[in-house]
Every structure is written in structure tokens, then in C-alpha cells.
């Protein structure tokens, strides 16, 4: 059973707190709603200084985003210890909401034989500008983020994983843009 964590519990105000001191406006209201969607089996993965990290990685990723267009990174930095050594790194993707994403994104992972240790999936409602840039959480416009700690990648597998993740999205873009239609010549 999936339990919910409660966004105003000790750990999360003081997670909120933490990456609340250098962000502003709708960056506050990105990690509440990220933190509320996250199971407590999830949360308890991390420690409170590593949700510090990813979520202000998450923030970094999300804040501009063109229209139709995902932001993707392998990113290295988020999952270091103290001593700067880390054996995995994330996966971030911040794309338009769409069915199957989470398992499209495993298979590519599963293809690539890249193992994957934890999956954070919220989907937001969050407003942007004409430039792409972050203005309101909640917003009109669902958007999907996804953080996946992955084992390490090096430069050249983190860019061939970037470029399949962006490739599976065109993908499932067209295989959900007309699946009424497929289904009504089906029928």
C-alpha cells in the first residue's frame, strides 16, 4: 500500500524550509506539490539532505521550459556524499504529460542495461511565460517531472541516454497524439 505523505508533516516543512531559502515565489510551490506526491516509501529512500539536493535539482531543471519542448539531464552533481563520491547520478526530465512516460523512460533504461535504484513522477500544474519561464504553481498546463537515480554515467553514456529519453518522447508524443483515431479504425 502507497501512503501519502502529508505536506505539512515535521520533515517535509523542514525539507521545504531548507530549499526554500534560495528560491522564491513558485519555486516554494513546486516543492510542496512534489513533496505531496511523493509515497512515504519513496521519501524514506533519502535522507533530508539528499531530498535537499534533488529537490533543488528539480528546481533547477524546471523553472524554464519552452513549450512542447522537455528538459532532459543526466545530472552528476545532485547525488554526491560529502566527500564528493557518488556511484549513481540523476536522470531529470521535465516534459508535457503523457500516459506511459514512466515505464517508456524504464524500458530506455532497461535497453541501455542502466540500473535504476528510485523514481520520483509528480505531475504539476504550473503556469509559464512566453518565454518559457515558471510563474505560478498550481497552473493551467500539466506538466510531467521526473527525477531517477541511476547508476553513474559517464559523459559519453549520459549523452546517448539524453538522446534516446528525448527520442522515446517524440515517440510516445505521436503514439498518444493518435491513438483515438488507431482505436476507432480498430473498431
Avoid at 521526473?146 to 505521436?174: F, P
Wanted: aromatic share 4%; proline share 4%; charged share 20%.
Amino acid at each position: 500500500m502507497t501512503v501519502i505523505i502529508n505536506p505539512s508533516s515535521s520533515a517535509i516543512s523542514l525539507i521545504a524550509r531548507q530549499v526554500a531559502q534560495g528560491a522564491s515565489g513558485p519555486d516554494t510551490d513546486i516543492v510542496h506539490a512534489v513533496l505531496s506526491q511523493i509515497s512515504l516509501e519513496d521519501f524514506e529512500l533519502q535522507d533530508q539532505q539528499a531530498w535537499v539536493k534533488i529537490l533543488n535539482s528539480l528546481l533547477d531543471v524546471t523553472r524554464v521550459r519552452r513549450p512542447g519542448i522537455a528538459n532532459v539531464r543526466v545530472n552528476q552533481e545532485a547525488n554526491l556524499s560529502s566527500d564528493g563520491s557518488s556511484a549513481r547520478s540523476s536522470l531529470e526530465i521535465v516534459s508535457d504529460d503523457y500516459p506511459f512516460l514512466v515505464d517508456s523512460f524504464k524500458m530506455v533504461l532497461d535497453t541501455l542495461g542502466v540500473t535504476c535504484y528510485a523514481i520520483v513522477h509528480p505531475v504539476l500544474s504550473v503556469e509559464r511565460n512566453a518565454e518559457g519561464a515558471l510563474t505560478a504553481v498550481p497552473g493551467p498546463v500539466k506538466e510531467s517531472v521526473v527525477w531517477m537515480e541511476i547508476e553513474r554515467q559517464s559523459a559519453e553514456t549520459a549523452e546517448n541516454l539524453i538522446a534516446a529519453i528525448r527520442s522515446t518522447l517524440e515517440d510516445v508524443k505521436v503514439s498518444v497524439a493518435d491513438w483515438q483515431q488507431m482505436r476507432e479504425r480498430m473498431l
